[in-house]
């Protein structure tokens, strides 16, 4: 941890002369606090395809080292929640996409039945 530097004006208390000691108490101020987990609050919702495939890897790990632990139940429930709902994101998202690229072969299939069956009458 890097050392931290920090300056302290000090007035020396009334009926202390050169030589008296006394006690000088300083409190380091906390750092400020970064958002963690789901990529800094960012909704599941609104990430994007790369941000959910990386919140499903962190929040795999987290409940991997979780378990690993042997964290409390309630936090492992708390980080199995979190990882099913970013996989319930990705599979609400994968359908669109495979519908997408997909070709429709049963109604390519259906057309060429038709033709043969009304070729043959």
């Known amino acids: 941890m890097a050392n931290r530097t920090f300056e302290v004006e000090v007035t020396v208390p009334e009926g202390l002369k050169a030589g008296d000691s ?9 750092a400020e606090k970064k958002p ?4 800094a609050g960012i909704a599941i919702e609104d990430m994007t395809d790369e941000q959910l495939k990386r919140e499903i890897i962190n929040a795999g790990s987290v409940l991997y080292k979780a378990k690993q632990r042997g964290a ?4 492992i429930t708390a980080n199995q929640a979190r990882l ?8 609400k998202r994968t359908p669109v996409a495979a519908e997408a690229d997909t070709p429709n072969i049963a ?8 033709a043969e069956t009304a070729a043959e009458i």
């Open 36 to 39: 963690r987990g789901q990529l």
């Open 84 to 91: 099913d709902a970013a996989k319930a994101e990705k599979a």
């Open 22 to 30: 006394f006690m000088l108490e300083v409190e380091v101020p906390a």
């Open 72 to 75: 409390a139940e309630e936090t």
């Open 107 to 114: 109604g390519a299939m259906a057309e060429e039945a038709d």
